[in-house]
């Protein structure tokens, strides 16, 4: 093992913090960069049950425990969204380094704090989705910036909950790594379709585009309660959002978040021109070509440190985000996926529910470096 392998707190070990983590990092062709040196959970024999599997060094069922740990110099938050600001603080504060899971707080205030309070003591923070992480993104940038879709009208993105969290295998067990209850998904602060699913394309749309100026929308809770494993759990997040974001020069995108029903393909925004269109991943009906393109291999598996068998395992982008982070603390690599995109995201998910309860349009006044510094 190297000398300066890092060591990785885990921050819940739950769905993303399994599949996205765990199961990744415990493999040897990433040990001479990162270990596995904590997990923590609030549920009882949880973080023992996850330590034993995936060989983690410690287990602790309290976030103190784990920052006081001396061999844990950086974690990543797999906790539920409403946490994320909480416990990111207190990890600065502790000195670690900190990936955070998508999104990275539930508020504009909340992102500045962090991304302040970290630049103060030296802190360095990668947050999820890294989507301009992605070939095909950055492609695709490239193209709309050199006119082949020429005039750009407008652009769509966005997700539906449907029932997807309720059916995870990571959910339908007894043992305590396999009945891990979603009703965090469902509940204030932090849950609904916007900042879990709708992330992923508002991090793609500004990627390519650039920050957007205005949010505008109307936004409502469609199922008011939801059923997982025979029992009933209330949902009091917006379920059901649709925005129109302004980019500026007539340049518009539409937005969405819903319980039910998709209009695109997730993560992958269309875009619209007097040149044609860009729909998933095809310009004008055909294919894209991207750098790295490989038959019958997603997008999501074409990322820098996704090689060999991770290529076969889900949440591969997270794992992605996470070595990110490993290389930004290892040798000072800075990341795509900064905590400024994923600020004006959030920025856009806030103003967005603020348009929808005021009735008026929102401006926005976060920014962040594009991956080409346009």
Same mark, same amino acid.
């Given at each position: 093992?190297?000398?300066?392998?890092?060591?990785?707190?885990?921050?819940?070990?739950?769905?993303?913090?399994?599949?996205?983590?765990?199961?990744?990092?415990?493999?040897?062709?990433?040990?001479?960069?990162?270990?596995?040196?904590?997990?923590?959970?609030?549920?009882?024999?949880?973080?023992?049950?996850?330590?034993?599997?995936?060989?983690?060094?410690?287990?602790?069922?309290?976030?103190?425990?784990?920052?006081?740990?001396?061999?844990?110099?950086?974690?990543?938050?797999?906790?539920?969204?409403?946490?994320?600001?909480?416990?990111?603080?207190?990890?600065?504060?502790?000195?670690?380094?900190?990936?955070?899971?998508?999104?990275?707080?539930?508020?504009?205030?909340?992102?500045?704090?962090?991304?302040?309070?970290?630049?103060?003591?030296?802190?360095?923070?990668?947050?999820?989705?890294?989507?301009?992480?992605?070939?095909?993104?950055?492609?695709?940038?490239?193209?709309?910036?050199?006119?082949?879709?020429?005039?750009?009208?407008?652009?769509?993105?966005?997700?539906?909950?449907?029932?997807?969290?309720?059916?995870?295998?990571?959910?339908?067990?007894?043992?305590?790594?396999?009945?891990?209850?979603?009703?965090?998904?469902?509940?204030?602060?932090?849950?609904?379709?916007?900042?879990?699913?709708?992330?992923?394309?508002?991090?793609?749309?500004?990627?390519?585009?650039?920050?957007?100026?205005?949010?505008?929308?109307?936004?409502?809770?469609?199922?008011?309660?939801?059923?997982?494993?025979?029992?009933?759990?209330?949902?009091?997040?917006?379920?059901?959002?649709?925005?129109?974001?302004?980019?500026?020069?007539?340049?518009?995108?539409?937005?969405?978040?819903?319980?039910?029903?998709?209009?695109?393909?997730?993560?992958?925004?269309?875009?619209?021109?007097?040149?044609?269109?860009?729909?998933?991943?095809?310009?004008?009906?055909?294919?894209?070509?991207?750098?790295?393109?490989?038959?019958?291999?997603?997008?999501?598996?074409?990322?820098?440190?996704?090689?060999?068998?991770?290529?076969?395992?889900?949440?591969?982008?997270?794992?992605?985000?996470?070595?990110?982070?490993?290389?930004?603390?290892?040798?000072?690599?800075?990341?795509?996926?900064? +905590?400024?995109?994923?600020?004006?995201?959030?920025?856009?998910?806030?103003?967005?529910?603020?348009?929808?309860?005021?009735?008026?349009?929102? +401006?926005?006044?976060?920014?962040?470096?594009?991956?080409?510094?346009?």
């Amino acid at each position: 093992m190297s000398s300066n392998s890092i060591g990785l707190g885990v921050v819940g070990a739950g769905s993303i913090g399994i599949r996205g983590c765990l199961e990744h990092l415990c493999l040897p062709d990433v040990q001479d960069k990162v270990r596995l040196a904590a997990v923590c959970d609030p549920v009882p024999g949880r973080a023992q049950a996850a330590a034993e599997k995936y060989g983690v060094a410690r287990a602790y069922e309290g976030l103190e425990e784990l920052l006081a740990d001396p061999n844990v110099d950086a974690v990543t938050l797999g906790s539920p969204i409403g946490l994320h600001y909480e416990q990111g603080l207190q990890a600065i504060r502790a000195g670690k380094h900190i990936h955070f899971n998508k999104t990275m707080t539930t508020t504009t205030d909340e992102a500045t704090e962090l991304i302040e309070e970290a630049r103060a003591r030296g802190v360095k923070i990668v947050a999820s989705p890294g989507q301009m992480l992605q070939a095909p993104h950055r492609e695709i940038r490239r193209l709309i910036q050199e006119g082949a879709l020429g005039r750009v009208a407008w652009a769509a993105t966005g997700a539906a909950f449907g029932s997807y969290h309720e059916k995870e295998g990571v959910r339908q067990g007894d043992d305590p790594l396999s009945n891990i209850n979603p009703a965090w998904y469902w509940r204030k602060p932090g849950g609904g379709p916007l900042y879990d699913m709708t992330v992923y394309g508002l991090h793609s749309l500004t990627g390519v585009l650039g920050p957007a100026k205005r949010v505008t929308a109307m936004s409502g809770i469609g199922i008011k309660e939801r059923e997982y494993r025979g029992e009933m759990y209330p949902s009091d997040c917006d379920d059901n959002t649709l925005m129109v974001l302004d980019f500026g020069d007539a340049l518009f995108a539409f937005v969405y978040g819903t319980f039910a029903g998709t209009l695109t393909e997730f993560g992958l925004p269309s875009y619209y021109g007097t040149k044609g269109s860009i729909v998933g991943l095809k310009l004008n009906g055909e294919p894209l070509d991207y750098p790295g393109k490989e038959e019958g291999l997603s997008h999501f598996h074409l990322l820098p440190h996704v090689m060999g068998q991770h290529r076969k395992m889900g949440e591969a982008h997270v794992f992605e985000d996470i070595m990110q982070l490993v290389d930004f603390v290892r040798d000072g690599t800075p990341s795509a996926a900064t +905590p400024e995109h994923a600020r004006h995201v959030i920025e856009i998910i806030e103003a967005g529910y603020r348009a929808a309860e005021t009735g008026q349009t929102q +401006p926005l006044t976060t920014t962040f470096a594009t991956v080409d510094g346009k």
